[in-house]
């Protein structure tokens, strides 16, 4: 399927560079402020030694990576697309693909996540032995590993197409994940995987929330400690809604294209873009390091004095330079 979704917003643009900034800036500055809060956090998660001694940081030290890789493709696919960028299959399939590498990260990340706050609640006494650095850094290897499998498999399934001259072939419309569909198998492959994920990894933020909220009415459990982790896995699904919404943002442009006039389609799609791609990836990690006692004064000092140095260096070249 090779789908043209721009071809609404393209018309609208003039061919000169000012159309093209003009059209780009939008979305680029939210995401430039938005990878600079992620790489203050992840710095913050590797400052200090508990961080990298404690299961759940090191969790979302995972998580925090991959919505940052996200970031970072997702925004590189949308200036290459609107500024009408002709790219060729293995270019467009190889950032596609890393996409979905990474996209598919996060809903298992989450999953993982989930059961330990479980098992911190309702077993408190194993969880030192059961969640480990060890067994912690193994659950993450597995996750990439289940996530490059996927991507193996679909890259199997490109066989479909006739090799001839493939590198040559240039990809019509946006680079996408089902611009790279090579037929129906692939197309088929490609939603069973995202529903089998993505209901997996909902059954189990589900379970894991109705062991935390039942044990916090029992008796014997730590009922400020269970209803921190209620709150937490209830994060973690809205994390993982967010997730899911993504896939569906391809299906929502082509409806939107047809129903809507072209102005008002690319008002429509930068704002989608915005609120599906962007802001998930900076908002959910942003509420870990505000809601963490731990992480909350070492990011806010970070923060902090990395603005204030950055003032002072502009100020300094300001004044040498008068």
């Known amino acids: 399927h090779s789908i043209n979704l721009l071809s609404n917003t393209s018309g609208l643009q003039d061919d000169s560079l000012l159309g093209i900034v003009l059209f780009s800036i939008v979305t680029m500055l939210p995401c430039c402020v938005f990878l600079y809060v992620n790489g203050i956090m992840l710095f913050t998660l590797r400052s200090k030694a508990v961080f990298c001694e404690t299961a759940r940081y090191i969790l979302l030290y995972n998580l925090l990576f991959a919505e940052t890789v996200q970031l970072i493709l997702s925004q590189v696919l949308f200036l290459l697309a609107a500024d009408r960028v002709i790219m060729t299959y293995p270019l467009c399939g190889f950032l596609t693909q890393l996409a979905n590498f990474t996209t598919t990260i996060s809903p298992l990340t989450l999953v993982v996540m989930s059961v330990e706050?479980?098992?911190?609640?309702?077993?408190p006494l194993r969880h030192a032995d059961i969640v480990t650095v060890r067994n912690t850094d193994v659950a993450i290897i597995l996750i990439w590993m289940f996530s490059f499998l996927n991507v193996l498999i679909q890259l199997l399934l490109l066989l479909e197409l006739p090799f001839d001259n493939l590198l040559n072939v240039q990809v019509k419309g946006m680079c996408s994940s089902m611009s790279m569909f090579a037929g129906p198998i692939s197309e088929a492959y490609n939603r069973a995987f995202t529903c089998f994920v993505f209901t997996s990894a909902g059954v189990t933020v589900i379970s894991s929330y109705v062991g935390v909220a039942a044990a916090a009415r029992s008796a014997c459990a730590d009922k400020g400690s269970a209803h921190k982790a209620r709150n937490t896995l209830l994060l973690h699904l809205v994390q993982l809604g967010l997730s899911l919404s993504s896939t569906i943002y391809v299906p929502l442009l082509m409806t939107l294209s047809?129903?809507?006039?072209?102005?008002?389609?690319?008002?429509?799609?930068?704002?989608?873009?915005?609120?599906?791609?962007?802001?998930?990836?900076?908002?959910?990690?942003?509420?870990?390091?505000?809601?963490?006692?731990?992480?909350r004064p070492v990011l806010m000092f970070n923060l902090c004095c990395r603005l204030r140095l950055s003032f002072v260096i502009v100020k300094s070249e300001v004044s040498s330079s008068a």
């Not at 706050?117 to 077993?123: E, I, P």
């Not at 102005?263 to 802001?279: E, S, T």
């Open 258 to 295: 047809t129903i809507v006039t072209r102005v008002m389609f690319a008002r429509i799609h930068n704002v989608v873009y915005l609120l599906i791609f962007i802001v998930p990836r900076c908002l959910s990690p942003l509420i870990y390091g505000l809601r963490d006692q731990s992480i």
């Open 117 to 123: 706050r479980y098992v911190a609640v309702c077993y």
